[in-house]
């Protein structure tokens, strides 16, 4: 059995990135890069991190690791690409939740330059993520080991959920005068932010599902009757981009249809196509066609 050892993932993680290591837990204020590097520990063997940074070069980060983790990932700002060792290239972009599972892995994070980057991400050691999992009395009996198989890396992906994105902002809440009940405080936090996704991306729960929120990969897999992985590749061997891509793109295009009709607001549009961040919406609007939300309720 491989070690499993959140906090030394996260280090190998922070340590290849291009900052001193007495940055960590600091403003990143210097003329080549500014941001912050948040990490708490509310227990062993679950780590909560908030990164925020802008590189004015592009780079590409590796990490090599013979442990073992569970990690739920939100991207709230930026894009990159995930390269993993025997394993497909995946994206990560703005408005996007992740699930991962990783072993005696190797993967390669690119950045591109002078785009803001900001995630927050919720480690999970095996040996919590088996307990929890081994607690529940009904749906199929799953395990870090029966998830991953044979493979070294597997991602879940979907848009962040309305009631995600609710919980993300109050992570960072005031600090009370004891850090024993900051660290109680983050902990319940965390623990009802992880057992909102592993509910909805190992279970296809649609209790906290908003109507306007696509279903998971995962969900999509079983209606079609195949694996994830012969969905994923037979999507993009098909359409020439990623699901996730695609239905981002589609997304944006609704949003398009509905400012050109006139009978909704740029915020209005925001939520319509399941933005739950307006600035989130504006840059990825911009990225698509050039222009602003708000240039085409003027008539631009």
């Not at 780590?47 to 940074?53: N, T």
């Not at 090599?64 to 990159?80: H, Y």
């Not at 249809?257 to 840059?283: K, M, P």
Request: aromatic share 10%.
């Amino acid at each position: 059995m491989l070690p499993s050892n959140v906090h030394s993932i996260y280090d190998s993680y922070f340590d290849a990135l291009p900052f001193s290591p007495e940055v960590r837990d600091k403003k990143l204020c210097d003329t080549e890069r500014k941001g912050h590097i948040k990490r708490i520990v509310p227990r062993p063997g679950l780590e909560l991190v908030d990164s925020c940074y802008l590189l004015h070069e592009s780079c590409t980060v590796g990490v090599q690791s013979s442990a073992a983790m569970v990690e739920l990932s939100f991207c709230l700002q930026g894009s990159g690409e995930v390269s993993v060792a025997g394993s497909e290239q995946v994206s990560f972009m703005p408005d996007s939740c992740s699930l991962h599972l990783m072993r005696d892995f190797r993967v390669e994070f690119s950045f591109q330059a002078d785009v803001p980057f900001h995630s927050i991400s919720v480690g999970i050691s095996v040996e919590q993520f088996d307990a929890w999992l081994s607690e529940l009395d009904e749906g199929p009996a799953y395990s870090f080991e029966g998830l991953l198989g044979s493979k070294a890396f597997r991602r879940f992906q979907m848009p962040i959920l309305p009631e995600m994105a609710r919980l993300l902002p109050n992570l960072n809440g005031p600090s009370f005068s004891q850090p024993r009940l900051r660290k109680l405080q983050v902990e319940g936090k965390v623990l009802e932010l992880a057992s909102l996704g592993l509910d909805t991306f190992l279970f296809g729960h649609e209790l906290h599902r908003s109507k306007r929120s696509p279903p998971s990969l995962i969900e999509l897999a079983k209606m079609a009757q195949i694996n994830e992985f012969k969905l994923k590749v037979g999507f993009k061997e098909e359409y020439g981009t990623s699901v996730f891509a695609y239905l981002r793109e589609k997304r944006l295009e609704k949003a398009w249809s509905l400012l050109r009709d006139g009978n909704h607001n740029v915020s209005q549009t925001a939520s319509a196509v399941g933005f739950s961040n307006f600035s989130h919406f504006a840059e990825a609007f911009r990225k698509q066609y050039g222009l602003n939300p708000s240039d085409m309720k003027r008539g631009r």
